[in-house]
């Protein structure tokens, strides 16, 4: 069961522009996960957002929440060609026991 | 370095035979999870396991088998029942219940079916 979808699916950009991905989620959470994967290779963790929180930083990244409207997004700001790579919003299973996936978007920049 | 090692990285099975993926990991995390990640899918939960001897079936476990005798390992059995078994497989670690904690992933383990 997939909790969480992103959107676009594929996003090419070029360097210094900004990208932004979003994820809309299904039932309540108490945070959501953004995760990074490079072609081939394992998740990296991102940025959690806890569902009392709008919004959050961390150096280019802005995570912002919406409870309301089940949804989050993820900028990158002046993006980079190293931030190529593919991009998933993850939430709790319905037991809070582990972490399910979106499907992911993925991000191509060029220089 | 504290972390998870998975091997080998690339595994080739032939059709009816079983294989055991390892998944090592050196951070004291009880929690230890398995996910497939096929193209277009993204990840999708076999298994997990909170606890030594203690494991429960995530959304796609037919065709999967786990062991968890040791804290520090999770191994998963691709079994001959599983017929499409051809994928990128990622084991992750965490906190005990701390599903609101970031989760640890080794670098995966390609397996294909000659």
């Known amino acids: 069961s997939q909790q969480g979808e992103e959107d676009p699916q594929a996003l090419s950009i070029q360097e210094g522009e900004n990208a932004t991905m979003n994820c809309s989620y299904k039932t309540s959470i108490n945070n959501l996960q953004w995760y990074r994967q490079n072609s081939g290779r394992g998740l990296v963790h991102l940025i959690l957002i806890r569902s009392n929180e709008r919004e959050k930083h961390s150096g280019r990244l802005r995570v912002t929440l919406d409870t309301s409207k089940k949804s989050s997004s993820l900028l990158i700001t002046a993006s980079r060609a190293a931030d190529t790579a593919s991009y998933f919003c993850?939430?709790?299973?319905?037991?809070?026991?582990?972490?399910?996936f979106g499907k992911g978007t993925t991000l191509s920049v060029s220089s | 370095d504290g972390g998870i090692t998975q091997s080998p990285k690339y595994l080739f099975r032939k059709e009816g035979q079983n294989v055991t993926l390892s998944c090592e990991q050196n951070l004291n995390h009880d929690a230890m999870y398995w996910y497939r990640q096929d193209p277009g899918q993204g990840l999708r939960l076999i298994y997990y396991?909170?606890?030594?001897?203690?494991?429960q079936k995530g959304d796609i476990a037919e065709g999967y088998s786990v062991s968890r005798e040791k804290k520090e390992s999770f191994p998963l059995t691709v079994t001959s029942a599983q017929k499409n078994p051809t994928a990128f497989y990622l084991c992750?670690?965490?906190?005990?219940?701390?599903?609101?904690?970031?989760?640890?992933f080794g670098q995966g383990t390609r397996l294909t079916v000659v």
């Open positions: 396991s909170q606890i030594v001897n203690d494991f």
């Open positions: 992750a670690s965490s906190i005990r219940g701390a599903v609101n904690l970031e989760a640890f």
């Open positions: 993850a939430t709790a299973n319905q037991a809070g026991t582990a972490l399910i």
